[in-house]
């Protein structure tokens, strides 16, 4: 069954479409097994629902396989199926997709280590700020392989708009600890430097939280319920470092 693509079904007489498939399904399952384990669970006591650091943890190497698995059929698998074959295939499997969701799970993983350096007191800025540039180089990857596809299905219009709202949301990270690193400096110029980083972290953020918006309410309607790894408003920072 195809989500991304108008047409129910697909069937070709080709064994190297069937391994195809079993590895677009593999991956998928994996990333539903992963986003599974990092949905907020509340305690037996009734306590604030929230994700254990286990659960982070597992779900990194979970898109790391899922991510792996597309890799493979990419590189060794949708060569081998001859291009009038290949013209059949549904957007699901096109080569457009597969590196999307490809550098999608690759990006969830990062966001999910730069949580994880968040919470971690010998994380510095410089590995957070690592983390955050890596991550918009994924989602940057995701974004431009989606988009000339002739996406009609409400899934995946709905994927390239959740797309879109991460990669906005990963720049506005990447701003946020580059500005923070700045504002170590000791010299005017660091400081103004600082400011305008954060100044476009703030933007950035903002316009996050419209793609966000525009991603839940386009059908079928989702609810939100992961947040962008930015501690504390890049506004509120601008005054502290202003000169």
Same mark, same amino acid.
């Given at each position: 069954?195809?989500?991304?693509?108008?047409?129910?079904?697909?069937?070709?007489?080709?064994?190297?479409?069937?391994?195809?498939?079993?590895?677009?399904m593999?991956?998928?399952?994996?990333?539903?097994?992963?986003n599974?384990?990092l949905?907020?669970?509340?305690?037996?006591?009734?306590y604030?629902?929230?994700?254990?650091?286990?659960?982070?943890?597992?779900?990194?190497?979970?898109?790391?396989?899922?991510?792996?698995?597309?890799?493979?059929? =990419?590189?060794?698998?949708?060569p081998? =199926?001859?291009?009038?074959?290949?013209?059949?295939?549904?957007?699901?499997?096109?080569e457009? /997709?597969?590196?999307?969701?490809?550098?999608?799970?690759?990006?969830?993983?990062?966001?999910v280590?730069?949580?994880?350096?968040?919470?971690?007191?010998?994380?510095?800025?410089?590995?957070?700020?690592?983390?955050?540039c890596?991550? /918009?180089?994924?989602w940057?990857?995701?974004?431009?392989?989606?988009?000339?596809?002739?996406?009609?299905?409400?899934?995946?219009?709905?994927?390239?708009?959740f /797309?879109?709202?991460?990669?906005?949301?990963?720049?506005?990270?990447a701003?946020?600890?580059?500005?923070?690193?700045l504002?170590?400096?000791?010299?005017?110029?660091?400081?103004r430097?600082?400011?305008?980083?954060?100044?476009?972290?703030?933007?950035?953020?903002?316009?996050?939280?419209?793609?966000?918006?525009?991603?839940?309410a386009?059908?079928p309607?989702?609810r939100?319920?992961?947040?962008?790894?930015?501690?504390?408003?890049?506004?509120?920072?601008?005054?502290e /470092?202003?000169p």
């Amino acid at each position: 069954m195809n989500q991304e693509d108008d047409a129910e079904e697909t069937a070709l007489p080709s064994s190297w479409y069937e391994v195809l498939s079993v590895l677009h399904m593999m991956a998928m399952l994996r990333l539903s097994q992963a986003n599974s384990l990092l949905l907020p669970k509340t305690s037996l006591e009734g306590y604030h629902a929230k994700v254990s650091e286990d659960n982070k943890r597992a779900s990194v190497e979970i898109f790391l396989k899922a991510s792996g698995f597309l890799e493979c059929a =990419i590189q060794h698998v949708l060569p081998r =199926i001859s291009p009038e074959n290949r013209k059949g295939l549904p957007v699901d499997l096109s080569e457009g /997709v597969l590196k999307a969701i490809c550098m999608q799970a690759l990006g969830q993983a990062i966001d999910v280590q730069l949580g994880l350096a968040i919470d971690s007191p010998k994380a510095t800025l410089a590995v957070k700020r690592r983390l955050a540039c890596e991550m /918009v180089k994924c989602w940057q990857q995701a974004h431009e392989s989606m988009a000339d596809l002739p996406l009609i299905d409400s899934w995946g219009e709905k994927h390239r708009l959740f /797309v879109m709202w991460k990669y906005i949301e990963a720049k506005a990270a990447a701003y946020y600890y580059h500005g923070l690193i700045l504002d170590e400096g000791n010299t005017e110029k660091s400081h103004r430097m600082a400011v305008a980083a954060l100044q476009s972290a703030e933007e950035f953020l903002k316009e996050s939280k419209d793609a966000a918006e525009a991603f839940h309410a386009a059908p079928p309607v989702s609810r939100q319920w992961q947040c962008i790894h930015i501690p504390k408003p890049a506004c509120m920072w601008i005054d502290e /470092v202003s000169p």
